[in-house]
Nanobody, 116 residues
Framework: QVHLVESGGGLVQAGGSLRLSCTAS?????????MGWYRQAPGKQRELVAT???????NYADSVKGRFTISRDNAKNTVYLQMNGLKPEDTAVYYC?????????WGQGTQVTVSS
């Protein structure tokens, strides 16, 4: 099993930036893990934010294109989400996700709150 630990959430004003990190307990290269970030706002379903393949090809939800950047450091078993130009509608719990050879894993979530 792959355990994921997120960090970097917090409170920021609209227009500000945050960087989220997610570190896996095992090699995300050896497990051929597709890494990603999802988010869930109160009263809403969890939605995809961005994914990055093992060879660093990114994919973004339309709502974050041009503002968010996903990246991974395979040597550190870590994936990042750089969030710029944050909007109040980005407020949510952000979850790290790994789809790997043994299945699918989720982190515990980190709160991001954007004030207007």
């Amino acid at each position: 099993q792959v355990h994921l630990v997120e960090s970097g959430g917090g409170l920021v004003q609209a227009g500000g930036s945050l960087r989220l990190s997610c570190t896996a307990s095992t090699s995300i290269v050896r497990t051929n893990a597709m890494m990603g970030w999802y988010r869930q706002a109160p009263g809403k379903q969890r939605e995809l934010v961005a994914t990055v393949s093992v060879n660093s090809v990114p994919n973004y939800a339309d709502s974050v294109k041009g503002r968010f950047t996903i990246s991974r450091d395979n040597a550190k078993n870590t994936v990042y989400l750089q969030m710029n130009g944050l909007k109040p509608e980005d407020t949510a719990v952000y979850y790290c996700n790994a789809v790997h050879s043994a299945g699918r894993s989720w982190g515990q979530g980190t709160q991001v709150t954007v004030s207007s």
